[in-house]
Every structure is written in C-alpha cells, then in structure tokens.
C-alpha cells in the first residue's frame, strides 16, 4: 500500500502492465495445458465441459497465483490511470488550513 502511494503514476502503469501480461500469459498457458492433458482424454460429453473444466482448474490451482496477478495488474494500471489524470496540487494547504477553504483560516 505505501509503494502505492509513493510511487509515481507512470511506475504505477508499468507495473500493472506487466502484471497483466504475465497473469495473461499464465492464464492462456492453463488454458493450453488443460487443452493438450485433459481434452484428448474426456470423452465426447465431458469435452463440452472443458470451460468448466478450465475455470475449476483456475479456482484449485494455488502454486501458480495467475488470477490475482492478473488482478493486481489490473488494479496498478487503473491507480497510475487515475493518478495520471489528476492535477497537481489541486488542494493546497496553505497556512495550516488542511486544505479546506474557511477551516482554520483567520478570516472565518
């Protein structure tokens, strides 16, 4: 959470990218696996449930973290997205006020 917070938003958009390639790659690489072990094995009426099938793998499967890297990512690029868009120093503090118009100030 603090990396969050101090990191700049274009550090932010990297990582998150990365993260999501990597948690792609991951999650297009079960999808092969489960394709080329499980498919060729199931016979004609279970092969309609390889969907299913991939999604159980995905849920059990906990040595290989593909779905929260893929979320992390997801998330680390929308933080340096919105970080991104938001101005500099759009609430100042001035004089110990917090930041708040007429809290603080001498002239309320």
């Known amino acids: 959470m603090l990396a969050w ?4 938003p274009a550090t932010l958009r990297r990582a998150g990218v990365v993260l999501f390639a990597a948690g792609a ?5 079960i999808a092969i696996w489960q394709a080329m ?5 199931a016979s004609g009426w279970r092969q309609s449930y390889f ?5 159980f793998v995905l849920a059990t499967l906990i040595e290989i973290p593909v779905v929260p890297v893929t979320v992390a990512g997801v998330v680390l690029w929308a933080a340096g997205r919105a970080a ?10 001035v004089e110990g006020t917090g930041g708040s118009p007429g ?3 001498k002239a309320s």
Not at 5 to 8: H, I, L
Not at 51 to 55: A, D, E, L, N, P
Not at 84 to 93: H, Q
């Open 51 to 55: 969907i299913q099938r991939y999604f």
């Open 103 to 105: 809290v603080g100030s």
């Open 84 to 93: 991104r868009r938001r101005p500099t120093g759009a609430v100042e503090d």
């Open 25 to 29: 790659v991951g999650l297009a690489a």
């Open 37 to 41: 072990t499980w498919l060729p094995h």
């Open 5 to 8: 917070r101090t990191s700049k």
